[in-house]
């Protein structure tokens, strides 16, 4: 059975960065088979993607409101996906989930939270001075 789980998350100031960690385990296909994402789940509001990275050739994809401040990465070796997130603004603040899946035919943009078979428990993030 599939386990992603997620770490990194805490209280950092405006201007601040975290590292947000995803280690997969029980995968029944190689990790590079997989695209991971990362969305965030604000209170009252729906679930959204901020970033994905696609197999086999890593292409990386982000959502409007964070390009140039986030940056995923994965280390195969590892089985962990990495979300650096960079100059956070409080409205930024959420519950970071990471989600994988395999199968996807071409990846333009982040894929809808539907899309994604397997999540982990989520790891909250909070800006705030």
């Known amino acids: 059975e599939v386990q992603l789980v997620e770490s990194g998350g805490g209280l950092v100031q405006p201007g601040g960065s975290l590292r947000l960690s995803c280690a997969a385990s029980?995968?029944?296909?190689?990790?590079?088979?997989?695209?991971i994402a990362w969305f965030l789940q604000a209170p009252g509001k729906e679930r959204e993607g901020v970033s994905c990275i696609s197999g086999g050739d890593n292409s990386t994809y982000y959502t409007d409101s964070v390009k140039g401040r986030f940056t995923i990465s994965s280390d195969n070796a590892k089985n962990t996906v990495y979300l650096q997130m960079n100059s956070l603004k409080p409205e930024d603040t959420a519950v970071y989930y990471c989600?994988?899946?395999?199968?996807?035919?071409?990846?333009?943009?982040?894929?809808?939270?539907?899309?994604?078979?397997?999540w982990g428990q989520g790891t909250q993030v909070t800006v705030s001075s």
């Open positions: 029980g995968l029944t296909f190689d990790f590079d088979d997989y695209a």
């Open positions: 989600a994988a899946d395999r199968g996807f035919q071409a990846i333009v943009a982040v894929p809808g939270p539907d899309s994604f078979g397997f």
